[in-house]
């Protein structure tokens, strides 16, 4: 028990650290790939939770896809022979401040929260990851295909645009 509420405490730590270095990049980039350390934060605490699927949907929908369009955008629009667009940040201490009062509004909720009332082995659900794939597998395939085409015309239309076009240079 001891060892997975440190690991939680580990996963909670660099799931804020990512937030962070989020909000405070300069460089699209860079801010994509500390998306992706928060995303990977999120699906790990659903694990902790014990909502498996959740966490699988989190790791394919969220990293594996939107995540990677964003990737690809990004590559995809930057223009050759240019250095990387970087933000000028304005206004960072009401922003520092609006941080501050939340962290210190979540700590109080923290410290208060009724730790006994807690379950200490939280019931497994047996099977919520087979149902899920049944029932997206059965019921949903539909709509699951469909945003998936939908996906792949946004990725090629993004792609068709962001190439440049030498027929209208002089």
Known sequence: MQMTLLLLFVVLALTVAG?????MAR??????FWLLL???????????????VLALSQLVVYVGGILILILFGVMLTQRQGT???????????????????????????LVDFPVDTLPQNPPLAMGNVEMA????????????????LLLLVALVGAAFMARPDKRLKP
Do not use: C, D, Y
């Open 83 to 109: 250095k990387g667009q970087i933000s000028r940040i304005g206004n960072r201490w009401p922003a520092w401040l609006l941080v501050f009062g939340l962290g210190m509004a979540l700590a109080r909720l």
């Open 133 to 148: 794939g049944l029932e997206l597998m059965t019921h949903w395939v539909l709509p699951l295909e469909v945003a998936s």
């Open 38 to 52: 928060v995303l990977l934060g999120v699906g790990a605490m659903f694990v902790f939770v014990g909502a498996e």
């Open 19 to 23: 937030a962070i270095g989020l909000v």
């Open 27 to 32: 460089q699209l980039m860079h801010a994509a």
